[in-house]
């Protein structure tokens, strides 16, 4: 089911739990229509920061206003806010500040805005200070959710988000857990470890943001074709949750990873880390970008760079060890 992309999600439930956290201040670098801040600057001008073409400094900025008890909520593209490492990582990082920073417009489905606009490595980045929480929600229902986790909680957070719409895949019962991935698709009554040690899945994918519904779609396809697969939403990228690795090992003949990141620090390092940590055993094939982006529509990138739902079917088939009929 179509439905928002995460940044609007966002953008919305901002607004509504302004009144809960009254220290919430959000912050802008010329870019409060497309990071969908708008509606609340207009709400609640007094606690808008519009700070223009300068995020190194909204960074200090915010750094400041969250020693003086304020919950600054920092937004621009991913690659803008990545790119200032090195601030954030002493504003930030290093000082443990309350600062909560939101990079939109994430990946390759930025689209049409081609290279210079894409955040590829930002997950990489951040993810290489000690204490920093990312989150990648892969829909509306889990990104209102993630807002509040991320408001409630005291430390610096990265929420990472998507310009392009994304289909629902969380039902009416959703509820956000921090650090723990979540099955998004799997077959009917699970899957248990047979008695042979025969792995009963042909693989598990872990996906993120706005690769989930693609894997969702790779999932039915190959269901369709008679394959047992599990999609598991990887909406915490650090800390990562290493028992769902262990969990994949032990059911699965392969695990596969598709990020709209670059393969290197991100979901699929954090995923090979976890299994080499517990020799675990079992293959892990990433899909991810490979090289800088390019200009073009989503659904012709996601294809490109070998992220779309048939690139996923073939990592997961590819090679198989398949059970004789």
Known sequence: MAGAATREAFG???????????????????????????AFAKKFPARHLELGIAEQNMVGVGAGLALCGKIPVMTSFACFLA???????????????????????????IGEDG???M????????????????????????????????LEHEGPVYLRLTRQKLDDC???????????????????GGVARPPDGRSRLQATIFASGGTVPEAIRAGRELESRGFKVRVMNAGTLHPFDGEAVVRAAKTSQRIVTVEDHNVVGGLGSAV????????????????????????????????KFGISSGH??????????????
């Open 272 to 303: 090979s880390e976890c299994a080499a940590k517990d020799a675990l055993g079992v293959p892990v094939v990433a899909l991810g970008a490979r090289a800088f982006g390019e200009s073009g529509l989503p659904a012709e990138l996601y294809e």
């Open 119 to 150: 955040g590829l490595e930002d997950v990489s980045a951040l993810r290489a200070l000690p204490g920093m929480i990312i989150l990648q929600p892969a829909d509306a229902a889990e990104t209102r959710q993630a807002v509040r986790w991320m």
């Open 83 to 109: 790119g200032r490492l090195e601030t954030i990582r002493v504003a930030v990082g290093y000082n443990r500040t309350n600062v909560k920073l939101v990079g939109t417009h994430a990946g390759l489905g």
């Open 115 to 117: 290279a210079s606009q």
């Open 170 to 188: 969380h039902g009416a019962d959703y509820q956000f857990c921090m650090g723990r991935a979540d099955e998004v698709f799997g077959p009917p």
């Open 12 to 38: 919305e439930a901002i607004v509504e739990l302004a009144d809960q956290f009254p220290h919430m201040v959000v912050m802008d670098a010329d870019l409060s229509k497309s990071t969908m801040t708008q």
């Open 312 to 325: 996923i079917v073939d990592a997961c088939l590819r090679n198989l060890d398949l059970p004789e009929n």
